[in-house]
C-alpha cells in the first residue's frame, strides 16, 4: 500500500525496495516531487526500541576519529560564525559530541535530543546557527521538522545539516544506511534542494553529505 510523501505531501510515490525479512520487511517509497525516499509510519519502531537502538550508537565526545567526522561539517559552520553566535544542535544524541566541540571553540550552543536532552523550553529560543548531524534520517515528518528548523534560526542564520545523500536511487537496495530501523527518510541533493526551494532559504554542500542552509536576511 502506498503511503504519501511525509516531506512534500504528494502521492506520486512508488516503491524502489523491500527489504528482506531478516531486516525487518520494510518497504520503501520514492517520491517523484521532491525525490525523498521514506519508510510508512507501519514500520517505525516505537520509542522505547528506538531509544534502545540510538543507545547502541558510539558517540563518545572524546573520541578522536567520531570528533573527525563531525568536524567535516563544524568546520564549514564555524567558519561563517561571528564572535557571540548562539547555537542549537538539534539531534544532539546520548553523547552530545558537537556541543562540545562547539562550546570549546568559544561558542555558546544548547542541546536538543527528544530522547536525551528534551527540554522543550529550547525550542522557544532563536539561534545564529543550528547543527544537524546524522539526525535527519529519523524525521518522520521530516516537511514538519525542516519548518521547525527553519522557524527557530533567526534571519541570516545558518543551518548545517550532515546526512548520507543518494546519488543515484536504483542502487538503493545495496545501500548500507536503508538497513538501521531508524533510518526512515532519504535524501539527494535533489531533496534538500527542494527543502530549500519550499522555505525560501539557500543551500549548498560544501563537502560530502554535508548541506548548509542560509536564512535570508530580514529587509530593512
Known amino acids: 500500500m502506498a503511503s504519501q510523501c511525509p516531506l512534500c505531501h504528494s502521492w506520486d510515490v512508488r516503491r ?14 520514492l517520491c517523484s516531487v521532491c525525490d525523498l525516499v521514506h519508510v510508512p509510519v507501519r514500520y517505525h519502531l516505537d520509542h522505547d526500541a528506538e531509544k534502545a537502538r540510538y543507545l547502541l550508537h558510539n558517540n563518545d ?7 573527525k567526522f563531525l568536524s567535516r561539517l563544524w568546520n564549514v559552520v564555524r567558519a561563517e560564525l561571528s564572535s557571540g553566535a548562539q547555537g542549537l544542535d538539534f539531534g544532539s544524541g546520548p553523547g552530545p559530541a558537537l556541543v562540545h566541540m562547539a562550546t570549546e ?12 536532552a528534551p527540554d522543550p523550553s529550547v525550542l522557544e529560543s532563536r539561534f545564529d546557527f543550528i547543527t ?89
Open 105 to 116: 571553540d568559544g561558542f555558546d550552543i544548547l542541546p536538543y535530543d527528544p530522547y536525551f
Open 61 to 67: 565526545p572524546a573520541d578522536p576519529e567520531y570528533r
Open 16 to 29: 524502489i525496495h523491500t527489504s528482506s525479512e531478516r531486516l525487518g520487511s520494510r518497504e520503501f517509497f
Open 132 to 220: 544537524c548531524t546524522e539526525t535527519a534520517e529519523h524525521f518522520s515528518s521530516p516537511g514538519t521538522e525542516f519548518k521547525q528548523l527553519h522557524s527557530l534560526l533567526k534571519a541570516g542564520g545558518i543551518l548545517g545539516v550532515m546526512t548520507s545523500m543518494s546519488a543515484d536511487w536504483s542502487q538503493f537496495p545495496n545501500w548500507h544506511y536503508n538497513r538501521d530501523p531508524t533510518h526512515i527518510a532519504y535524501y539527494s541533493r535533489r531533496t534538500l534542494e527542494w527543502v530549500s526551494d519550499s522555505l525560501h532559504m539557500e543551500v549548498d554542500f560544501p563537502t560530502a553529505n554535508v548541506a548548509i542552509f542560509r536564512k535570508p536576511s530580514e529587509v530593512r
